[in-house]
């Protein structure tokens, strides 16, 4: 069973796996998300599943609005990572992720909540 929390370890913060992930991983999107995700080669400090918020700054041009949006992407990551974690544990490699906010107005959290639900379960099943 998951803890519920967001380690630091499972923040994906490295620059190069951010541009690999753009350029070797594979999207899927269903409104207001979309998830770009790669399998990685895990290291020992890191955790099986790396994921990462975008929100850009073109639609949101106001921080607040940005770092609201981020949070609730994150908040819905935390409760539902334990869809995701209990098929990479049986993987031996990781898998890093990028969730990206592709709405043109801010929504409601139970629609963002409804469409990482479903983005999750869609990767799980391309994944295998």
């Not at 990685?40 to 940005?66: G, H, I, L, Y």
């Not at 992407?73 to 031996?92: F, G, I, Q, S, Y």
């Amino acid at each position: 069973m998951s803890d519920f929390q967001f380690k630091k370890n499972e923040r994906l913060k490295s620059s190069k796996r951010i541009a690999a992930l753009f350029k070797q991983g594979q999207s899927l999107a269903q409104y207001p998300l979309r998830v770009v995700w790669m399998p990685v080669e895990k290291r020992p400090q890191d955790a099986t599943v790396q994921m990462t918020v975008s929100v850009p700054k073109k639609k949101f041009p106001r921080a607040v609005q940005r770092n609201r949006l981020r949070r609730q992407v994150r908040e819905c990551w935390r409760l539902h990572k334990h869809l995701a974690l209990e098929t990479a544990a049986c993987k031996p490699q990781g898998v890093a992720l990028m969730w990206i906010y592709t709405g043109s107005e801010p929504l409601p959290y139970a629609d963002i909540e409804a469409a990482m639900k479903q983005l999750i379960r869609r990767m799980l099943r391309k994944w295998h």
